[in-house]
């Protein structure tokens, strides 16, 4: 305990001014001129601003949409989490593979297969006449940002479940005689409470900042949210004044995220204190079977024959729907294969794509790789160290992540256009900017019950601290570390806003293609070059998954 | 015991610090290493130093426009066969990125580009009334209709707002005010202002034109109009029957039925609402010559016959899709500056 503070406090020392110089220039500098630029015309225009009954209404709007994506998509996630990691089910790797599917999907391809499939005159109504009432509206940005959240949630309480949590209890708990209910109650989930707390403020982050489902699914029922009208904001900027609103619009984004991640890290570093001395000395190993029972087995068919039909209904059917829209001829022409043509995907493919993919999964394969150091940093600062310090840096880094990518793109044009302006670093840096802090919760979470006993065992034994961690730790975290990757990979390689804002003539990615798809105007056209897309990114991203799964 | 670990993982994370540097400066240099011209267009040896230079374009523009794709393409092609000595280089996005990078060039010493090529005239006027763009009389200027033009901005090719109806409404609407009929009720949609230009041109226009103004909006909201993001959303709907008709631009409307879609492009019988898509040439410029050869290039004979090539209706000259009857045009200076204040006056009916 002992050696293991003062080991704790001298990588404090060394590690702790390196993140905070590296959140400094990745984060703090660009979001200080965003903040220069938002009170630029002096507190009372901050005010009246806020106090404008149209941007209050906005900034509402986006905080009860996010909190309740927040609560659906962590409550969804987490019971994924135990279908999967505990409940032993048929085809669990098929269901993890699912699960994944809603990541693969850029979020306006998830608001356009929902509008096809559901809408009025979506295929449902097409085919049965039932359409989701509300899909135009808070409702339909709640439940389709909250499908496409889970699976964030998911990932962090899975990757918790797996690499970290200790069967032992839980096995020590049924054999003193608790049922599964309370095993789950008394012993599972206050386990998994920091993991829980972890993908709540990832949700939440993520349903706050998103732009492409509130504007789609927004607009037809006039119901705006910061992003929205941000966005609006920017497209009037030739207007000092809307460009003034647009900075502080994104400045509350950041007030906002400082309000509800602060307190949660502050209280999220006490409970992991806490624990580590109770609980220290897990194993990671694998799952307990359960109830094997016939009633077991029938309940765990059923289970299985749920998420299934959820999965299709959530994700596979809207995607369906975008891949019916590429193939029709024009729309408003029925689906049908007498309609069909590949055309679609000829115009889709711009002389560019080759090029722009190329470049994106370069910057997306250099972003995660450097992220996930980055991340691992401030878990280990935050979860080593149970000192304030690790916690602030941990907070900030989620900042970026808090800003729309537009306003991100912005704020670091402010702070380097100067001298990266049209380069890939310009970009690569406002990408580690952005996902710094998804990387961090996907790995903190089986960070900070790293097994200490094992670790001080082994280097008791005489192993170096490098080795320690490579021959103990790693094994341990590689399903996190992996997934932590594959999640940043993805965001970055689907990311549109910011590249677009900051390619420059040798530097386009594959958003400048997928803009000027949207932009000729023809939703089959944009929906073909979606259907290529996640096509692409699932034949890059599957196989990492399953391998990440494979490992554990 | 922990003494060998300090220095090891400290290592560790330097060395990890220093590749995530390395990779930053590779990326910075492959993507800028084999493009040397971009320092010295800013430099620019060749316009402003020597008299003799001014007459031959040279060295390196750069463009920054909202225009498809395409039309870019061809035009900046057909520039580089005509003046061989320029390099261009483009930036197209959205209306809003460009806005947004033109904003942040401003905050950080002035607009980096040479030549700016927007979709429509108010999103550009805000730069011509702050004075960062260059006064001049471009040749080609001249057969350029008054009501298609300023002082520093030019238009390059026309979008028209018109009215697009289900294949299947007849007879349908023939002129806006018929967009308030009963039999279309809740069957109606229209471009959101707040997101796309063209939307606000139209409310400008409608805010002007005699009979209409801000009631007018306030009618289409008690007959049940549907307001969705862009032009583009508007056609679509229409075509699925998720309404009967709608406004939208007329390049949307004829791209769909060319592919099939089953609806029909009415012109209103009081005129479609013509936007012109304004070039102009940026004051500060360091190579204004060869942004002057781009703007002259683009209103000339050859570059309009290019903008008719790429499916869009030139401000001169024929080719392209031809108008199907009258063309009113808002009073854009009135326009100018109304901005939010109009924008206000929509969102108290339609929201948003």
Known sequence: ?552 | MSTPARPTSFDRTRSLAATAVGLLLVLAACSSGGSSPRPSSTSAPGGTTLPSAAAQPGGTITLYTSVTQATVDAVADGFRDAHPGVTVDVFRAPTAEVAARIATDLQSGGIRADVLWLTDPLSIAPYADRGLLQAWSPPSAAAIPAAYRADTFFGTRLLNMVIVRGASVTPGPADWRDLLAADLRDAVGIPDPGFAGSAFAALAHFDQAAGYGMPFYRSLKDNGATQVKSPDDVTTGVAEGRFKAGITLDNSARTAIRKGSPIALVWPGSGAIAIYSPIAAVAASPNLVGADAFVEFTLSGPGQALIAGTGWQPVVGPGGPAPEGTQVSPDWAAAFGRQRELLDRYRAIFGG
């Open chain 1, 1 to 552: 305990m002992a050696a293991s503070g003062r080991l704790g406090r001298m990588a404090d020392l060394r590690l702790r001014p390196l993140a905070a110089v590296l959140l400094v220039v990745l984060i703090g500098i660009p979001i200080a001129r965003l903040l220069g630029v938002a009170l630029g015309d002096g507190p009372t225009v901050v005010a009246a601003t806020l106090t404008d009954s149209r941007v209050a209404g906005a900034i509402g709007n986006s905080l009860w949409t996010a909190a309740l994506v927040a609560l659906l998509a962590t409550s969804g996630g987490t019971a994924l989490a135990l279908a999967t990691e505990r409940a032993g089910l048929p085809g669990t790797a098929w269901i993890r593979a699912g699960i994944l599917l809603p990541l693969l999907c850029p979020p306006f391809v998830t608001a356009f297969g929902w509008t096809r499939a559901y809408g009025p005159r979506g295929l449902t109504d097409q085919a049965l006449g039932i359409e989701l009432p509300g899909l135009y509206g808070p409702l339909g940005i709640v439940l389709v940002l909250a499908v496409a959240a889970a699976p964030l949630a998911w990932l962090i309480v899975a990757g918790a479940l797996a690499s970290r949590l200790e069967p032992d209890l839980e096995r020590a708990a049924r054999a003193a005689g608790a049922g599964p209910g309370t095993t789950l109650r008394t012993v599972t989930l206050p386990l998994l409470r920091p993991a829980i707390l972890s993908a709540l403020v990832v949700t939440f982050v993520f349903a706050v900042n998103a732009f492409g489902v509130p504007a789609i699914l927004g607009t037809p029922a006039g119901f705006a949210t910061i992003t929205t009208r941000m966005y609006q904001d920017l497209a009037r900027s030739a207007d000092p004044a809307a460009f003034v609103e647009a900075g502080i619009l994104a400045a509350t984004l950041v007030a906002l995220a400082l309000l509800v991640v602060g307190p949660a890290d502050a209280w999220l570093t006490g409970r992991a204190a806490a624990r580590t001395a109770e609980t220290a000395g897990g194993r990671g190993a694998r799952v307990p079977g359960g109830g094997r029972g016939a009633r077991g087995s029938r309940a765990r068919s059923i289970a299985a024959a749920g998420i299934g039909l959820g999965f299709v209904l959530l994700t596979l059917l809207p995607l369906c729907a975008v891949l019916l829209t590429a193939l029709t001829r024009a729309v408003g022409l029925a689906p049908v294969p007498g309609n069909w043509t590949l055309a679609n995907f000829g115009e889709a493919l711009d002389a560019r794509f080759g090029d722009a993919l190329a470049t994106s999964l370069l910057l997306a394969a250099a972003a995660a790789t450097i992220v996930l150091p980055l991340g691992a940093l401030l878990a280990v600062l935050a979860g080593r160290s149970r000192t304030r310090g690790g916690n602030v840096l941990r907070t900030a880094a989620t900042l970026g992540f808090a800003l729309p990518g537009s306003a991100l793109a912005v704020a670091v044009l402010l702070a380097y256009g100067g001298w990266l302006r049209d380069t890939l670093a310009i970009i690569l840096v406002a990408y580690l900017a952005k996902f710094w802090a998804l990387g961090q919760r996907q790995v903190a979470g089986s960070l900070e019950r790293l097994p200490a006993d094992a670790l001080r065992a082994a280097r008791a034994s005489g192993a170096g601290g490098w080795t320690a961690v490579r021959t103990i730790g790693a094994p341990l975290l590689r399903p996190s570390l992996l997934a932590g990757w594959i999640v940043v990979f993805l965001f970055a390689l689907h990311e549109l806003t910011m590249s677009s804002l900051l390619y420059g003539p040798r530097s386009a990615t594959l958003s400048v293609v997928v803009l000027n798809a949207q932009q000729l105007g023809d939703p089959t056209v944009s929906a073909a070059l979606a259907v290529l897309l996640v096509g692409l990114i699932a034949v890059i991203a599957l196989p990492l998954a399953f391998m990440a799964r494979a490992r554990t």
